[in-house]
């Protein structure tokens, strides 16, 4: 046992060893170059970054896909290079795999499923998912976590830490400590599975009524903290039906919009990941949603926000506008800053504030899409010093950029200011707040603060 630790403590020093010398070599010279007056080259430095990270199983992998979603979280040449690192990393071996069941559920493991598939369908930065079945022959996937995640976790946060470090150095627009708060919380809670399960009956809960979104079930008798057993849905990627009849096209995305936006407006509750990999498409449109890691349960006064800001857009309302900013934690607004931040919110709410069916880029490139309003709030916010989003706007951003990528993908044409209206018939606060608590309860998750 004392080797065992041994060997961890070892792994563990060497991959925090490995980071932290490539990303502190790199942010050394960047904001060295900065003060001694000589041009830093953001490209070369996130390319090698790109290079350090890219064998690496983990955090950092997820880190990657998250920071490529959030507008202006890094400069776009760092995104660009961390996009590359791999989102479906090569699996670990059956050696491996069996040695972790065994851990998880004893000795015996194999004798508890009547089929278990030694190769992985599928393999992500902090686990690999196999197909099983039970003793009764029902189809499963059962998800494994990697080893010694935890400690993965906090020593590539670490370094997270210096790479925002980096952006502030060289771009002072957007001030990110509430970013790394955030993004840490959100990972910390990926690696409990017990959690995700909890996660996983609250959508079910939701969209019990609801044909066109489904759900798993988990195996509690099979899961643990590190391990998750729930039932297999059958469907197949969305990249599948981008050449699809229009009428179908259009099902999917109905479907997708709901299962996104009605947890939110109906419960504070937003799936934060719309990664084309977390969900399957059913022959008829159907969605099944497949990972629960990333839930993200918000305030009721934070969704009463997001209605607050969709109306104030609507109606040209400032000082709804301005109330809608201050109820999310938004500080320090002037007129010029609610102007540009406006500017982003616009482009965000654009489809649903315009009452006529349409494409959500509304006939922009979709290469194009979001680059000229985000350039334009950059160089203001530059202009006005440092705006500091609060903590629940990183993933609630990141969600509806994610989700109007999917729109993108599936080139809809929908109606998006009716279907965003019928989500809100009735909506009032405190009704959420009551729903929220009620639903919160019932599956042992807390209520956020």
Known sequence: ??????????????????????????????VGERYLG????????AAELRKALGGLKGPLMKVAQILATIPEAMPQEYVQELSQLQSNAPAMGWPFVRRRMMTELGADWQSRFGTFEREAVAAASLGQVHRATTTEGAPLAVKLQYPDMQSAVEADLN???VIFGIHRRMDRSIDTSDMHAEIAARLREELDYAREARHMALYSRIFRDEPGIRVPDVVATLSTPRLLSMTWLEGRPLLDFTTAPLELRNTIARNMFRAWWAPFTGHGVIHGDPHLGNYTVRPEGGINLLDF????????????????????????DDALAVHAYESWGFTNLTKEVVETLNIWARFIYAPMLDDRTRSVSDGERPGDYGRKPALHVRERLQQLGPVKPPREFVFMDRAA??????????????????????????????A????QAAALEAEGLARPD
Not at 23 to 29: D, K, L, T, W
Not at 38 to 45: K, L, Q, V
Not at 404 to 420: K, M, P, Q, R, Y
């Open 432 to 435: 959420l707040a009551a729903r």
């Open 159 to 161: 370094q997270l830490k």
């Open 293 to 316: 890691g990333c839930i993200r349960i918000f305030p009721p006064r934070f969704v009463g926000g997001v209605v607050d800001l969709y109306r104030a857009l609507l109606k040209n």
């Open 38 to 45: 000589m041009t830093a080259d953001p490209a070369r430095s």
């Open 401 to 430: 950029i994610g989700l109007g990528s999917v729109f993108l993908h599936l080139g809809a044409e929908l109606n998006w200011h009716d279907i965003f209206n019928q989500n809100l018939v009735d909506f009032e606060t405190g």
């Open 1 to 30: 046992m004392a080797q065992n630790e041994d060997d961890r403590l070892t792994g563990r020093l060497s991959r925090y060893a490995r980071v932290s010398t490539a990303v502190g070599g790199i942010a050394a010279r960047a």
